[in-house]
């Protein structure tokens, strides 16, 4: 493992774990861009606060030290994304970091892409 990359596992809403690496200063809708992982319609507006299918749920305590609270655009966006919990977040909005190696997020069983 390359010293500017962390390890992220992805578990999905059937138990499969994916297990993969981002380099610290991408997103974590860039990790599953890059590594071509599998989730359905996952990331639809690449980015840019406009669909909530990026949403992802952390543990309390991964959540907790997430470098920067949701801006507005994001809460609203939020708003718009199934199974919503109070650790959800927009994956495309969270910028990996040193810490966050061996972070694991929660993908909801739906996707709502707020765009349809
Ligand atoms: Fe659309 Fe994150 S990818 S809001």
Redesign the pocket.
């Known amino acids: 493992l390359n010293k500017k990359e962390v390890t992220i596992t992805f578990v999905k809403s059937n138990g499969d774990r994916i297990k993969t690496t981002g380099k610290i200063g991408d997103s974590l809708?860039d990790v599953v861009v890059n590594n071509n992982i599998d989730l359905d319609g996952f990331?639809?507006?690449?980015?840019?606060?406009?669909?909530?299918?990026?949403h992802l749920i952390f543990k309390p305590e991964d959540f907790e030290a997430l470098p920067c609270k949701a801006c507005d655009e994001e809460l609203d966006?939020l708003d718009l994304a199934y199974d919503l919990s109070d650790t959800s977040r927009?994956?495309?909005q969270i910028i990996l970091n040193e810490k966050m190696d061996g972070l694991e997020v929660k993908v909801p069983a739906t996707i709502n892409d707020a765009r349809s």
Do not use: K, P, Q, V
């Not at 990331?43 to 990026?54: R, W, Y």
């Open positions: 809708l990331g639809a507006c690449e980015g840019t606060l406009t669909c909530s299918t990026c966006m927009l994956g495309c």
